[in-house]
Structure formats: C-alpha cells, structure tokens
C-alpha cells in the first residue's frame, strides 16, 4: 500500500466506526487502482489538473427507472490535495437538487449554483493529503450537447442512455469536467427495475437481487478514465458475446443489443475480432485487455466511445472499428483540450480507414477519395478548433474528423510507413500521456524524433492553416528518356501560400511504369532526371496521399537550349500561355506573337517571375501562332496552336 493510502487512514482517523469500515474500501480500490496504474503518479507541468486537487477514484450509486426520466443517488470521490486546500469544486447542473454532501459521516456545508457545486472542508487539507467526500442528490437532468442524459424508448421498451461529451457529464452526476484529471478507477452502482440490463464501464461484478422488484448491477473498472467517458444505459438488453484472441489474453467483446436487432449484431460484431487484432499488432495491444470490450445499443444515429464499452447507434462495420479505435486514441491517450479534439476523432477516422487497407483493400481507394472529395467541397477549414464553445464546430465531420484523419495519412506519407507507426506507438506508450491527456505538440514530437524531420512547416500549413493545394504539372520527355517536370500549385485559401510537400508522379506506358517523388518546395519549380522507357502518361499523386483537388496535368513539347529546356504551355492553348524561362531568359521580357502571315498581332512586356512569364492570348483568333520572346541578350521563338 502506497503513501496515498496511508494518508488516507490517517484523515479517516476522527471517522465513525462505520463509516471507516466504509471508507476502508476506498483505501483497497486505491491500493487495486495503484496496483494498475501504468501511467506515473505525478502531473505533467504543461497542463495539470485545475481546483487544486487530483481525482483518485469515483464510486457512483444511482437509482434508474428506465421509463422515468430522472436520477438520483450518491456519488463520492477520492481526491489528493495538490495545494492546501479549503474546499472541492466540482460541476453540477442546478436543475438537480443536492439534499447533503458528506465528509466521512460529517455533512459539509456547500454552495450549488450557475451549475457548480462548492463544498466547504472541515479543516484545510494538506498538500499530497487524500481523502474523500459524498455527494447525495437528485432530479430531472436538462439534455444538452448531444443528449448528456436521455430517456426514450426502442420497441415499447423504455430506455435510459448517458452521452456526456463533451461538456455534458455535469448534466447528471457530480464530477470534476477536467480533461487533464483523470480518475485512475470507477465503481458503478446501478438500480433498476428487474427484466433491465445495465451498460457501464469496465467488468459487471454482480447483479444483486433487492427485492421489491429491484436488482443492483455493479460494474468495476481499474484503469484512468476521462469524466465524459463514464456512461451507462439501461434498458431490456439482450447480451451475447464475442471472443478476440490477443498474445496476452482472449478479449470478451460483450455486446448489449436491443432484443429486436439481437440477429443484425450477431452477424456484423464479428469483425471487432479482425479489427481489434490489426488494432493490436499496429499500435500497442488493446488497452484495457484484463477487463473487456462491448457495445451498448442505445437510440442515436452515431457512437460514442465510452471506455470499455461504446454506445452504439448502429452495427456498420466502419462506425465498429471507429468506435473500437477511440479505445487507444481519445480512451488510452485523451485530447489534453478541445482544441485538440483530432487527437481523438481524426485518428478514429483514420484507422478506420486503416481497417479497409489491412483487412477490406477493396475499399481502401474509396475510403480516401471520398474522404478527399468530401474536405475539399469548401476551400477553407482549420482541423485546429479555436472556437471550443462551438460544439458544432468541435465535431464538424469535414474538418475535425475527414481532415484529421487526412493529416494523418499525410504525416504518414511525409514520415513514411516505419517512422509514422513508430512514433504513433511511442507517442500512445509515454510514460507521461499513456492513461492520460495530450495535445498536438506532444503527438509531433513523438513523430519528429521517430522520422528525424521538422514537421514545424507541415503542421503550420495542414494543421493550423485553411484549404488544400491545386496542382498543375507539365512534362516532356526526349527521344534519349530525359524528362522534364515543370510543377506549380495555386490554394485555396489565403492563410497558406504554398504547401510544401513531396509529389509523387507515376509516369507509365502499356507495359511499364515508375513513379519519382518531386520534392516540392518552390512554385514553378522544374525537375529533371532520366527515365528508362518512353511514358506516354503520367499521374499526379495516383494512390491519393495528399489533399488536393482539380489537378492539371498535360504533356508539352520541349525545345533544346543548350543543357536547359524552354517550356511553353499549355500547347494547344485556349485563354493563355506560360513561358518557362529557366535561366535563359531574365528580367523584362518583349513578348510578340507572329500569325501565319508573319505579322505582329499581339506584343506585350512581361517581368519574369519564379523563372516564368504569362501571356492572355484569349483574344486571338483560333490558328498557328510563333511566340518571339526577347531579353536584352537574345531573341528565342517557339510555335503554339491556339484553339
């Protein structure tokens, strides 16, 4: 038993005999939940936990009637002091009536209001002191967010279901809306009428008949868990099981589905098995293997991922693995702000992506093209929320989850496969964020020092910037293989004036093919190299690894100055033309274009800029131009079509 625990018995010296013998128990919990804990017992400087004290432990016993909207019940926490401290904060809404909070048998003056609760201590508590308190109330929760506390009904059968995210969990219980402040383990008491099942968190321990119609379900967990991701749901549940084989252990998946859809979920749950396995092997295995996985079925059109078991509105096979995934990103390793809401949903998104290119290759493709499509139907859109109180925005499904999940394939593509997975595993394995909080920093460190890159500029870009780059490659080859790639890039969006990024280009023929990676750093940047067959096409980022939309590519003829080439593009051109200088040409440039009669039907002056010169030719009449362009050193001509 750890100096915590010790204490403890120290401040439950002046206690009642009874209720020490009570308070015991949370002397064991906190010895099991230390016994547990794999992450260290200490805060991180950067972002811990506010009020001046760390939670421990919740035990919550409540009363449900599933055809009664309402709650009632006792809820205590075990706390340790960070700083001296007078009294425990803690977030309620005030539409519930708190009738007493208790400090070992002692009531304890409070103050509830503006959805706040305040209890005063008896004696100030010292730093690195634990102890305790318990918080007896009741009434009709208010449902905000997406349905923080929800009674309805599925088939005739009354249901009750929990949804605390993201600032909903003071909605219907007391507790601390703290992301940093983890309490390291939970025990859920729950009375309901009999014929009802309770969901919740961790492992049912036992249901207890009370009589009078009415039974206990008590679920325990052992590990970190966030406030919002405390859930339970009660309804007439059927519940079957699935069996996940790990290295370390078989995996209950223990599913709770509504009686009418009993026969859908018994033929979609099994590919948890696949999922939770890939999950497993790429990433560290399933975190909470000693106790379970589950699903609760519950009347909501999404899924939300409460630890151990996700409530979920359906049984499709991408919202299974979505859900399963939050288990390591947002339950493991929770976003450290709202802010950083991406840390959980766009990883969930990513790897169910994932599951598709491990498991269901064929759908891998339309994965990440509808996913492309889908951000890029607006031009802006920062995946960084700066706007938390917006839940709207929080959960924007193009921004914080298609677009969170695209900058991780992105920061995969830039990394590579070995340094992406590695830094992803140290990242969910640090000592200090593993059954805690973290922000996006701390995800990029792992990533920097696992590739040896400075992902700075990346993430300024595709983080914190708005919309996506739009290419335009032109290309030639000689009769030798010589190749020459002109590439450039317009945004979409003000905030980014240019996403430096590696391009990759497939160039192919009937037979052959080979793609060369353009490192992008530059607009107008040209590239050359050899390549050992004639192409008579080439693609622009073929296997979709980077976000981008209406990208031009077209094949142009080369003209041959000594060891540079002239590009003119496009070639038939429709409302302009482009003249790629190199270094031949310089400075303020005459620009004349000839028709077939050999008269000057156009002449303009042009100043170079990144190496090339623009000319409007929508005005001419459909032909044979020669486009003349002179420096002050040299006079150079080339034939274009204009259509």
């Keep these: 038993m750890r100096q915590a625990c010790v204490l403890l018995l120290i401040a439950l010296a002046g206690a009642t005999f009874a209720q020490r013998a009570f308070d015991a128990d949370f002397v064991r919990v906190i010895a099991e939940s230390e016994a ?33 909207r309402a709650v009632s019940g006792t809820v205590t926490h075990v706390f340790t002091a960070l700083v001296p401290l007078q009294s425990i904060v803690l977030d309620l809404s005030d539409d519930l009536l708190v009738s007493a909070v208790m400090h070992h048998g002692l009531p304890l003056s409070f103050v509830h209001s503006g959805d706040m609760l305040e209890a005063t201590l008896p004696f100030t508590l010292p730093a690195s002191a634990t102890d305790s308190i318990s918080i007896t109330y009741a009434g009709v929760p208010p449902e905000t967010g997406f349905g923080s506390f929800v009674q309805s009904a599925h088939d005739g059968a009354p249901i009750i279901w929990t949804l605390s995210e993201p600032y909903g969990a003071g909605d219907w219980w007391p507790c601390k809306m703290d992301l940093n402040d983890k309490a390291d383990s939970l025990d859920l008491f729950v009375t309901v009428p009999q014929g009802n099942r309770v ?22 967990h052992r590990h970190a868990i966030a406030h919002y991701l405390v859930a339970f749901a009660v309804t007439n549940y059927a519940a079957y099981s699935e069996t996940v084989p790990l290295p370390s252990a078989d995996v209950e998946v223990l599913n709770y589905v509504f009686p009418e859809h009993l026969g859908e979920w018994q033929s ?59 288990q390591w990103f947002g339950d493991l390793v929770t976003c450290g702000s709202w802010q950083d809401l991406w840390l959980n949903e766009g990883f969930a998104s990513y790897l169910s992506g994932l599951c598709y290119e491990f498991l269901a290759p064929e759908y891998w493709m339309s994965f ?7 951000i890029t139907s607006q031009p802006g859109g920062s995946v960084l929320v700066t706007d938390t109180t917006d839940v709207a925005r929080l959960f924007d499904s193009r921004l914080t989850y298609a677009k969170g999940a695209f900058l991780l394939h992105m920061l995969r593509w830039v990394c590579g496969d070995e340094a992406f997975f590695q830094g992803l595993n140290d990242y969910l394995n640090d000592p200090l964020l593993r059954h805690g909080s973290a922000v996006t920093d701390e995800l990029v460190a792992h990533l920097e020092t696992a590739s040896g890159l400075d992902l700075t500029e990346f993430m300024a870009d595709w983080y914190v910037g708005e919309g996506y780059p739009t290419y335009q490659l032109h290309w030639s080859q000689t009769l030798a293989g010589d190749v020459s790639v002109l590439l450039e890039q317009s945004t979409s969006h003000p905030s980014v004036g240019f996403f430096e990024m590696p391009v990759p280009v497939r160039f192919k023929n009937g037979s052959e093919e080979m793609t060369v990676v353009l490192d992008h750093v530059t607009n107008g940047q040209l590239f050359q190299f ?46 302009r033309v482009w003249l790629h200088t190199g270094t031949r040409l310089q400075g303020v440039l005459r620009l004349e274009v000839i028709d077939a009669a050999g008269r000057i039907v156009q002449q303009v002056d042009r100043q170079v800029e990144g190496q090339r010169a623009e ?26 079509v204009k259509r």
């Design 530 to 575: 050899n390549l050992p067959f004639q192409a008579d096409s080439a693609l622009l980022d073929p296997d979709i690894w980077i976000l981008s939309r209406q990208n031009l590519v077209l094949k142009v003829p080369v003209a041959a100055l000594g060891n540079e080439r002239l590009l003119l593009y496009p070639n038939p051109a429709t409302d």
């Design 368 to 374: 990440k093209q509808g996913r492309r499509d889908f």
């Design 199 to 220: 969901a919740g968190n961790g492992l049912l321990v036992e249901v207890l008949d009370l009589g009078n119609g009415l039974e206990r379900h008590h679920w325990r």
């Design 36 to 68: 547990h804990r794999t992450a260290p017992a200490r805060v991180k400087s950067n972002q811990g936990p506010s009020r001046g004290y760390d939670l421990r432990y919740h035990r919550l016993e409540l009363s449900i009637d599933p055809a009664v």
């Design 615 to 640: 000319l409007p030719v929508g005005d001419l009449a459909p032909g044979t131009y020669v486009l003349r362009a002179s420096d002050a050193a040299q006079v150079l001509e080339m034939r274009f």
């Design 268 to 326: 979609a749950t099994p590919d948890v098995i696949g999922q939770m396995q890939l999950y497993s092997d790429l990433f560290c295995e399933y975190p909470f293997a000693d106790e379970k996985y589950g699903h609760a079925e519950f009347a909501w059109g999404g899924g939300m991922e409460h630890q151990t078991m996700s409530f979920m509105g359906s049984s499709h096979y991408e919202l299974l693995s979505h859900e399963l995934a939050h």
